[in-house]
């Protein structure tokens, strides 16, 4: 019958502490590797109530740059219509170990003049949903 | 005991503050820009016939609309984004500990779906189409294919 003997104690003592410390150190260098979540903007996020205050046929130029402030982009068209172009984007970034994934969404708002320079149409969607952090570049 | 403790205490410091420093050996890495747009999902845009309130109701505002000669352009994106990446040099910071450098192999891509209506100066469709090529960004690791 065999025993175990205190030296082959000490030896499997010592070979489990150095596997223990060897796993412990795999698992912080990739835990080293980190995570992060990002959130972000650009722009101002248009507020649903002051596009009710713009009316068809009353509002002009000025009162739409007064209530929504001065557009990002304006277009000109050909016949006279001008556009103000409003973006709002909204960002949400996930990173986990080795695998990020950076989702962007934009609300825009598009007001239409007439060649009066007076509101034609309003073009505003309704309000996305709000996105949401991932990691998971796969689906 | 108090200076093994300590010993540990320190490398798990190190640890911590290299996680700022350290990259992963493999990384993949995705960005979208708003939401995808199918067929189905625009079935029921008939030119000469569906106007410019009606798309909005469904599909919400466009992201982009532009002036041409033959009326006002509309368009709808959904941009997708892949990178992937791998450093082969990346394991021997543990056999060189003060030189890394990096080997670094990987590539991606970006493209849109792009969903398009051209209205008339009355705001009813004059037509419309759709751009699909979402599919074509792909993780890539062999950057050097043609």
């Known amino acids: ?139 | 005991m108090i200076r093994k403790l300590q010993t540990c205490f320190w490398i798990i410091a190190w640890l911590m503050l290299l996680s700022g420093c350290l990259r992963g050996p493999v990384a993949w890495q995705r960005v979208t820009l708003n939401q995808p747009l199918s067929a189905q999902d625009v079935s029921f845009v008939v030119n000469g016939k569906t106007s410019l309130p009606e798309i909005v109701e469904k599909l919400g505002a466009p992201n982009q609309m532009l002036s041409s000669n033959g009326g006002i352009v509309a368009r709808y994106q959904f941009t997708d984004g892949k990178y992937f990446r791998v450093d082969f040099g990346w394991g021997l910071r543990f056999i060189i500990p003060f030189y890394s450098p990096d080997l670094v192999l990987g590539g991606g891509g970006m493209s849109a779906d792009v969903f398009q209506v051209t209205y008339n100066d009355h705001w009813v469709v004059q037509d419309h189409g759709f751009a699909f090529h979402s599919q074509s960004s792909e993780f890539r690791l062999w950057p050097f294919k043609d």
Request: net charge negative; proline share 4%; charged share 20%.
């Open chain 1, 1 to 139: 019958m065999n025993s175990i003997s205190s030296d082959d104690g000490e030896v499997l003592s010592t070979r489990f502490r150095g596997s223990a410390l060897t796993t412990w150190l795999v698992l912080m260098i990739l835990l080293g590797s980190g995570c992060a979540f990002v959130r972000g903007n650009y722009g101002e996020d248009l507020n649903q109530g002051d596009i009710s205050t713009i009316k068809k046929g009353v509002s002009n130029r000025a009162e739409v740059a007064s209530v929504l402030g001065a557009p990002d982009r304006i277009i000109t068209e050909p016949n006279g219509h001008d556009i103000f172009h409003y973006y709002h984007y909204d960002v949400k970034s996930g990173y986990v170990l080795i695998f990020s994934r950076t989702n962007i969404k934009s609300d825009d708002i598009f007001v239409i003049f007439n060649s009066a320079g007076v509101v034609e149409d309003v073009i505003a969607g309704k309000k996305k949903p709000p996105l949401e952090f991932q990691f998971w570049p796969f689906d």
